[in-house]
C-alpha cells in the first residue's frame, strides 16, 4: 500500500477538521501544506466566491462538522488570509524532523481554528513552532531561507500539476479524494477501472 | 418535527445520489425540484465552473458515491443542460397527487443519472412520466400550463429566498445542509444555538 497524499492549506477550515482525524485511519500518510490561493490563481478562480456558499461553510456546516469532533471552532482574526508563515515553517521543520512538522501542523492549525490567531501572521507560526521546542529566531530564520521559500513553491506546483484544486484533497493510489467528507473512503479497496 | 425540505435539480448527480437515498431516512420530506441554473444567475455564478472540479465530479467523485449504492452511473448526453421539462412535469404531477411526484423524480432521475437520458428532452420527461400511468398528451400540456410554469418559477425564487445555493440541499427546522454528503446529519438532533 502507498502512502496517502494529504494536500492541506492552514486557512482552510475542512483542511482543519481532516488533520485532527488523518492520524486515526491507521495508514502512512505525507502531510503537505500548500497555499489554495495558489492553486486558484493558476486556474482563474477565488475559493468561497460565492458569498451564500462562504457564510453557509463559515456559519453553519465547519462549524458544526467540529462539533462532532467535540472541538469548538472558531475563525482566524481576518479570515480568509494567506497562510504562508506556517506552510513554510512547516517545510522547514520537515527537513529536520518529518514526525516534528506533523506535530507542528497540528498545533499550528489549533491556534487559528480553535484560538482563532490570524493565519498570515509570522509570529503565531513562530510560536507555535516554540511550543514543541524549537527556538524562536531559529524559526524566523528558517522560515526566510531560499530553501524554505522554494520548497514551498515547489509544493504548490507539485499540488497545481497533480490536480490538486480544493483543501483537503487526498491521493492514494492515483485516486483523488476531495474533502473531509471524503476521509471514510480512504480505506476502501481502489476504485476498479471499468 | 417538520418536514426536511429537499431540494434538488435534476441535472445534478449529487441530486440523484440523494433522491436514491432520502426515503431511507424515515422522516417525512417535501420534494422540491429546482433549476439550480437560476440560482446561479441570481448570484452570479455558474455550477462546476471550475474544470479540475468538474472533472473529478463528473469522472471520478459522483461515479464513486453511486457505487457504494450499487448503482453505475451514467451521464446524461449533453450534460450539462438545464432540467426544465422534468422540473414542469414534476409540479404538474404533483397537484394531483404528490406520492405520484416523487416516484415521478426516482423515475426520471434514473433516465438520466443511468440511462444517460438528455435532462433538456422533453420526450424523456413525458416518457417517464408515461411509464407510471400518465398519458403522453396530458403531460405535454400540463408542462406547458401557465399554472405549471408559474409553480416552477415560484420555486427556484422560494429556493432563492431561503437561501439555497446548491443540489441537492435540504433544510431540516431551519438548518442548511448542502450535499448528499450530510444525508446523515439530517437525523442529528438540531444543532444548539451557542
Known amino acids: 500500500m502507498s502512502d496517502i497524499e494529504f494536500y492541506f492549506d492552514f486557512a482552510s477550515p475542512y483542511g482543519f477538521i481532516a488533520a485532527m482525524q488523518i492520524e486515526a485511519i491507521g495508514r502512512a500518510v505525507r502531510w503537505h501544506p500548500f497555499l489554495l490561493g495558489a492553486v486558484y490563481k493558476a486556474v482563474g478562480q477565488s475559493p468561497l466566491q460565492h458569498p451564500l456558499k462562504r457564510a453557509y461553510v463559515i456559519d453553519v456546516d465547519a462549524p458544526r462538522m467540529a462539533r462532532r469532533l467535540g472541538l469548538d471552532l472558531k475563525v ?14 512547516f517545510y522547514w521543520i520537515n527537513r529536520q524532523d518529518p514526525a516534528k512538522a506533523i506535530l507542528f501542523a ?6 487559528y ?14 510560536d507555535a513552532a516554540a511550543s514543541i521546542g524549537y527556538h524562536d529566531d531559529a524559526v524566523r530564520e528558517g522560515m526566510q531561507t531560499a ?17 490538486v484544486f480544493g483543501s483537503p484533497f487526498f ?5 483523488p479524494f476531495w474533502g473531509s467528507d471524503r476521509m471514510s473512503l480512504l480505506l476502501d479497496t481502489p476504485a476498479q477501472d471499468t
Chains 1, 2 share one sequence.
Open 147 to 163: 530553501e524554505t521559500k522554494d520548497e514551498l513553491v515547489f509544493e504548490n506546483q507539485e499540488a497545481i500539476r497533480r490536480g
Open 113 to 126: 481554528w480553535l484560538q482563532g490567531c490570524p493565519t498570515s501572521d509570522a509570529e503565531v507560526a513562530v
Open 76 to 89: 482566524p482574526a481576518g479570515f480568509p488570509e494567506h497562510a504562508l508563515p506556517p506552510s513554510r515553517a
Open 106 to 111: 497540528k498545533t499550528a492549525y489549533r491556534r
Open 171 to 175: 491521493i492514494r493510489d492515483g485516486e
